[in-house]
């Protein structure tokens, strides 16, 4: 059978190939079958509700699919190899952003080994793109439109670590988002890669001009290019956004530089994101830049004193991004596909003289489950209050039960249509 579309199914309608995204056309290679057992059911792993998994390749069933969507598939929608993410599938399945990891790309021209074919010839923005927010998901977007236009894959890349950790070591702005959150921010916007690539000394000391030749030409071969208008490359920060202009044109790719987004007079970025936390103010960020700070760590025993009062707390360990100051915030926790209400503890307990700056606590309103060693992940919505220190375990305890009032009650008014 030639090119085309086959098997209509409650999920929309299978594709084989050319699969379009956004209408347009994209280059299908390597499809395989969705397995399925002898019965015809699909494996185990993957009926999770709401995640189908094949192999590395990961999709994820929108809010609105039938119950039965996982099943509904069939057999007959193929799936493409892990490092082949670039096109959509049934309108109810969404393709998760890929990380990529790269080395080397200082170096000459890479072999397919190196960098995947697939990544080539796409629409590339460069950036540390930390906490996606809504200026990120402006330049975003507008990548994703061009490599439609351009029919190839949307990569949004980063260099990992931060520049400055090599040429600043002690003014490294800790970051708010992981690289893992990066991804799972843009896989709305429709980013099909993000690549991470190895900073190293010897890149950084590329000229304006070689860092164009080596990562955009030779090795990612890319399609066009989307920047914001405060972009610079090359060593020193001395490639601009005229000079990507020049070096775009000269071999004819698409260059487009997109408008820094503001709000009222104020330039949106992730160190004016990062000002607004380090403050304690978390809803600034929320509602001038698209932005809400999730902290995530594995669950580690405390003094389980909490317990001891009515107010059970999981207490995170390994977080390596910004924690807010000290005090008690109301957000929401997330366990496995389920959110919960949640009152969040940050730094000491004067009332005991326990904890230090950056100790996490979270209660999770109407869990009562085993956490301990699992990964938690916290969204935080708006500060309560600042910690004190009460007179009596009464006080305390009068206290915790109105922040968990207050914190159930923000979740509750965000759950209501709006």
């Known amino acids: 059978m030639g090119p085309g579309r086959k098997n209509t199914d409650a999920c929309g309608t299978a594709l084989i190939a050319p699969i379009k995204r956004n209408g347009a056309a994209a280059q299908v290679s390597s499809e395989r079958p969705l397995p399925r057992d002898g019965s015809g059911a699909l494996p185990e792993e993957l009926q999770r509700p709401n995640v189908i998994r094949h192999g590395t390749t990961r999709l994820r069933l929108a809010q609105n699919s039938p119950p039965d969507a996982a099943q509904n598939v069939g057999s ?8 082949s993410l ?3 599938f049934p309108p109810c399945l969404a393709i998760v952003t890929q990380i990529v990891h790269i080395t080397d ?9 190196g960098i995947a074919v697939d990544l080539r010839g796409g629409v590339l923005s460069i950036g540390n793109f930390d906490g996606v927010h809504l200026g990120h998901q402006h330049l975003l977007k507008q990548t994703r439109r061009l490599a439609d236009q351009l029919s190839g894959p949307a990569i949004a890349c980063l260099f990992h670590p931060h520049p400055i950790k090599i040429l600043r070591p002690q003014s490294v702005p800790v970051r ?14 429709g980013i099909d890669y993000l690549l991470v690539c190895q900073t190293t000394a010897e890149l950084l000391s590329l000229t304006a ?9 030779q090795n990612l071969k890319v399609a066009g290019l989307v920047e914001g208008a405060n972009f610079c490359f090359g060593k020193a920060r001395a490639g601009d956004t005229d000079l990507l202009r020049q070096l775009s044109l000269q071999n004819q790719l698409e260059c487009q530089i997109v408008p820094l987004q503001t709000s009222g007079d104020q330039t949106i970025s992730s160190s004016k994101i990062r000002n607004w936390i380090e403050a304690g103010d978390i809803e600034s960020p929320i509602q001038l830049a698209d932005y809400r700070h999730v902290i995530s760590g594995r669950v580690v025993t405390g003094d ?3 317990r001891s009062i009515g107010f059970p707390t999981a207490n995170l360990g390994d977080i390596d991004v910004l924690i807010p100051p000290a005090g008690v915030y109301a957000g929401s926790a997330s366990i496995g596909e389920k959110r919960y209400a949640a009152a969040i503890h940050l730094g000491p307990s004067p009332t005991f003289q326990s904890g230090q700056q950056g100790k996490v606590e979270v209660h999770v309103i109407g869990y009562s489950g085993d956490l301990y060693g699992s990964q938690l992940q916290v969204e935080l919505r708006s500060k309560l209050r600042d910690v004190i220190s009460f007179a009596d375990q009464r006080a305390l305890i009068d ?3 109105q922040d968990v009032s207050a914190a159930q009650q923000l979740w509750l008014s965000e759950q209501k249509p709006q």
């Open 76 to 83: 007959s929608v193929r799936f493409r190899r892990a490092r």
């Open 86 to 88: 670039l096109v959509p």
């Open 105 to 113: 790309v200082d170096q000459r021209p890479m072999t397919d080994a």
């Open 176 to 189: 708010l988002t992981t690289i893992e959150r990066r991804a799972e921010l843009m896989q709305p916007l």
């Open 209 to 217: 001009e070689t860092f164009f030749q080596r990562l955009i030409l």
């Open 304 to 306: 389980q004193r909490g």
């Open 399 to 401: 206290q915790l039960n």
